[in-house]
């Protein structure tokens, strides 16, 4: 599969979820296209790993551990990264995820919380903290990782991912209304299932061929599917799209 030139030399790019999977893929995405990338995760080892891959390739990488559901830790390391880099051009929201399928009667109150944290209140925290940052610099763009769940139920999935997908899916909107003055963009993509280690974690080979043989092209989608749609909502021929969320589903669900 080709690649699309970006060049984002000068920018500083800021990924949460970059241990793995499409955020540690858009961070190394960015690096190539020549960004000051800070990758920002919980799981410290594979983090750093991650940091120090890119700039043994070249790249300009800064691994920060973040509790995204702690509000004075996301303040603090927000304000770490404007004050040390000078601006925060490009900001992605990638954490999330779940680690069960299950139904609502199996669903428990602390999975509930946890998931809806990890997936919806990290992106409002970012979200309040960034606001000051984008009000200063008067530009900037945010992505946010949504997914399909959070737009209809096609297979097995976890109740709190999906009602927070969906949550995500509506702050985009806020945010874009509120943030529009600054000169700042924000839209979400919804990404069909796709091959991270989460998933093949979580999904069984049956699921991930059955989920494939749903969609119009045959199979899931890889990492890099998804990483291309997070550079060009960041890229300049994007400049006059904000609010919306991108279905990348290879056709599998249309609206």
Known sequence: MGKTSFDFSGQVAVITGA???????????FAEAGAKVYLVDIDVEPGEAAAAAIREGGGDATFIDCDL???????????????????IDIFVNSAGGFHQQLSMGDTSEDE???????NLKSVFLTSKYLTPVFEK???????????MSGITTLQPSS????AAKAGVHAL??????DLGKYNVRVNAIAPGT???ERVIAVRSEEQREMIGKGTLLGRIADVEDMVGWVLMLASPESAY?????????AGRYMS
């Open 69 to 87: 559901t702690d509000s004075v830790a996301v303040k603090q390391m927000i304000e770490r990264i404007a004050s040390e880099a000078g601006a």
């Open 137 to 147: 610099q008067k530009g900037g763009c945010v992505i946010n990782l949504g997914s």
């Open 19 to 29: 241990s793995r999977g499409i955020g540690k893929g858009s961070a190394e995405r």
């Open 159 to 162: 109740p709190p991912y999906a």
């Open 194 to 196: 796709t091959a991270t």
């Open 241 to 249: 799209l904000t609010g919306q969320t991108i279905a990348v589903n």
């Open 172 to 177: 985009t909107r806020v945010l874009a209304y």
């Open 112 to 118: 509930w919380d946890a998931v809806v944290d990890r």
